[in-house]
């Protein structure tokens, strides 16, 4: 790994990390934090939204599973995280899918922008259709055009995006960082991307520099699916040892 920094500081400061997040990937997002040295929070309520972005050094959304009160919740939170000066980063699951979805994302970047989005190339192709920055997008289009509405959604929102793929990209304005690695094992194992939103949410934490931060992260996740590809005998032993893989690349930093 390139950003060690991140990840000593990571294990120095043990941030606490609140998720909003999906009933599909609670469990393995809150031990991939644990097992990078971070605190994880799932708290969903928003009766409690203000508290726990006040006690958190990070927020996560995810919108994987929606319902009214979470949506209730996420911008409750994120308007809480902007007060406050908590970083956030916001995946926006299956954001072209329905209706429902574009309005909540759409909805959910104008209470607050978030410092760091994470996707795959179709979900940051819609939501830059959602906020104006693409004019559409088809099913033609290749990750060069997920690159180019990336860069128009970090102009437009002054944050950073993340493309994750087979080759992860990092954005900010017209920066652009690549992270290569991983496995094609990672695609059949739930909630690999959510795992890495909640290890940026982490690594945001520590780090100011957003563009690094996600890099790190992205650098991480890759490091971890590499380690785990070459032991594992399947997808269930993956996700076992690749919380193994994390905290062993905790340790050696």
Request: charged share 20%; aromatic share 4%.
């Amino acid at each position: 790994m390139k950003n060690t920094s991140v990840i000593k500081k990571l294990k120095e400061q043990s941030p606490i990390v609140h998720n909003i997040t999906n009933y599909v990937v609670m469990n393995n997002t809150a031990n991939a934090l644990l097992a990078i040295g971070a605190s994880p929070i799932m708290a969903h309520a928003p009766q409690e939204m203000e508290d726990m972005v006040s006690i958190s050094s990070s927020l996560v959304i995810n919108m994987g599973t929606l319902s009214e009160k979470w949506v209730e919740a996420m911008v409750l939170a994120i308007k809480k995280a902007k007060e406050t000066g908590t970083p956030c980063v916001f995946d926006p699951v299956g954001v072209g899918a329905s209706k429902y979805r574009m309005e909540t994302a759409k909805r959910i970047i104008e209470a607050a922008t978030p410092e760091v989005i994470r996707g795959n190339a179709s979900e940051i192709m819609a939501l830059a259709q959602v906020t104006g920055s693409s004019k559409g997008v088809d099913s033609t289009m290749d990750s060069q055009d997920a690159i180019e509405a990336a860069k128009s959604l970090s102009k437009e929102l002054n944050n950073t995006v993340v493309i994750s793929g087979a080759v992860d990209y990092i954005i900010t304005q017209d920066k652009v960082s690549e992270v290569e690695g991983g496995s094609p094992m990672m695609t059949r194992v739930t909630g690999m991307g959510c795992t890495s939103t909640s290890i940026v949410g982490a690594c945001i934490a520590v780090e100011e520099d957003r563009h690094q931060a996600a890099v790190a992260a992205m650098e991480l996740m890759s490091e971890a699916g590499s380690r785990t590809a070459a032991i594992a005998k399947g997808p269930g032993s993956f996700q076992m040892n690749f919380l193994d893989s994390l905290y062993q690349i905790l340790q050696e930093a």
